[in-house]
């Protein structure tokens, strides 16, 4: 038995023993979208500093932030914030050439939508992270992106593609999860390529034609084994076991093939390596994405639990970011994928609505996601909630999404909950018989 024939009898002897667990393992055809792309701000970031500008003179030491509220820019209905006084040329943390919000913002503003004033009720990073990207503070919801994929295409080879482990690549078992650090591609290749005695060589262990005739062979023989059984249960594990052994590599293949031809990052990434990392990130995603190979994908950029020096530490590594989060997009409708694409930004929570003893900012509660989303999902140019001048999240009518004292506030649950109505997988069985949200379905992207 070869390495990705145990991998999916696993997988699918896991299925028959776990009984709601679903894996299906029959894709008609390469998956051609939807797709989605989570970035993960890891440690807190702070809305203030982008997409919630505030400015001197909010907050209740008035310090919530230390650029002039008169510079906040706009792009189109969005609001965003210009740079701490400090990043100004002859500021002391002044960085030529540094990404701005205003590039960011002008260039992409008519596909995004901002989502501010989401309260996720809690300090905590792992039940920030969790809120973040499960919707719920349990730890027993599958984050976003394994949903989706186990919704949407649940037979393909890497269904569900992550940087890391976590609550932001958490699955549950309701998809199977592809952990690829890097170029770093020698499991994928031996997967890919599992008659080859070398994989970045082309000597196999035996010749094509021996190889057929043994495949053939165990084909018939796996054939005979599930006609011959009758109990239900050893049946269809057989089955699972039949497609698994049938399954064509070549989707793996293509994989590999357009990630060792990806493109380059963009100048800005070439010289700013938090930018370049991310945008290769992404290059893993895209290309599972491109060969029909996967459906979701999760990234994440770290350095933002600033507790001390918030806007020295924090300012560069946010415009980071986005440039990063700019050459991704182009790159996606460079690649055909931009009309079927959604990519959500988010982080654990936000930070604290004044700077502390260090000069950083703590954890606070109230915070934003923004989303990207190509013209086949959402129309973009859009902000949904807010808060108050110290930052706090304001009540909304749940019809107009306007400012109500009489509303409620965003929940994670309520953005998660339009996410899925967003990717269409919103009244599928599984989503809401095993992971139902009690919230109805908000106008945010409408």
């Not at 609505?353 to 190509?374: E, F, I, P, Q, T």
Request: charged content about 15%; glycine content about 10%; hydrophobic content about 35%.
């Amino acid at each position: 038995m070869n390495r990705r024939d145990f991998i999916r009898m696993s997988a699918a002897a896991t299925t028959m023993m776990c009984g709601p667990m679903r894996l299906s393992l029959a894709q008609q055809g390469p998956y051609q979208g939807p797709f989605l792309l989570m970035i993960e701000a890891f440690g807190g970031w702070d809305p203030t500093s982008f997409c919630d500008p505030k400015g001197r003179g909010n907050g209740p030491d008035g310090n919530i932030n230390t650029y002039d509220p008169a510079d906040i820019g706009r792009a189109g209905n969005i609001r965003y914030a210009p740079p701490p006084e400090s990043f100004l040329p002859g500021g002391s943390n002044y960085i030529d050439g540094l990404y701005t919000n205003k590039q960011f913002f002008d260039t992409h503003f008519q596909r995004l939508t901002v989502i501010n004033g989401i309260d996720y009720a809690t300090g905590s990073h792992s039940i920030g992270r969790a809120a973040s990207w499960t919707g719920t503070r349990t730890r027993f919801y599958p984050a976003i992106g394994a949903l989706a994929a186990s919704e949407l295409a649940p037979g393909v080879p890497l269904p569900f593609i992550c940087n890391s482990t976590g609550e932001s690549a958490q699955t549950v078992g309701v998809s199977p999860r592809a952990i690829i650090s890097g170029n770093n591609l020698s499991s994928i290749k031996e997967l890919a390529y599992p008659d080859r005695i070398d994989v970045d060589a082309g000597n196999t262990y035996m010749p094509d034609a021996v190889s057929q005739l043994v495949n053939d062979a165990s084909g018939s023989r796996r054939q005979r084994q599930l006609f011959e059984q009758r109990l239900p249960r050893i049946r269809q594990a057989l089955s699972d076991f039949h497609d698994a052994r049938s399954i064509d590599s070549s989707t793996i293949t293509t994989f590999i093939e357009k990630l060792e031809n990806a493109p380059r990052p963009n100048a800005y990434g070439q010289r700013f390596i938090a930018s370049k990392n991310l945008f290769q990130q992404a290059q893993v995603a895209f290309s599972a994405f491109e060969s029909g190979a996967g459906a979701a994908a999760q990234i994440r950029i770290g350095g933002f639990d600033t507790h001390g020096n918030h806007d020295a530490s924090h300012y560069p590594r946010l415009m980071n970011l986005l440039a990063g989060v700019d050459n991704i997009i182009t790159d996606a409708v460079a690649r055909g994928l931009g009309d079927n694409l959604v990519i959500m930004m988010g982080s654990d929570f936000a930070r604290t609505n004044r700077y502390n003893a260090n000069l950083g900012k703590d954890h606070w509660s109230h915070g934003s996601v923004m989303v990207w989303a190509g013209p086949n999902f959402a129309p973009g140019n859009r902000v949904v909630g807010g808060t108050d001048s110290n930052q706090v999240s304001l009540e909304l009518d749940l019809n107009t999404l306007q400012p109500d004292p009489q509303g409620v506030r965003l929940s994670p649950e309520y953005v998660h909950q339009a996410l899925r109505d967003l990717l269409g997988i919103a009244q599928r069985p599984q989503v809401v018989t095993r992971f139902p949200f009690a919230e109805a379905v908000l106008p945010i992207f409408a």
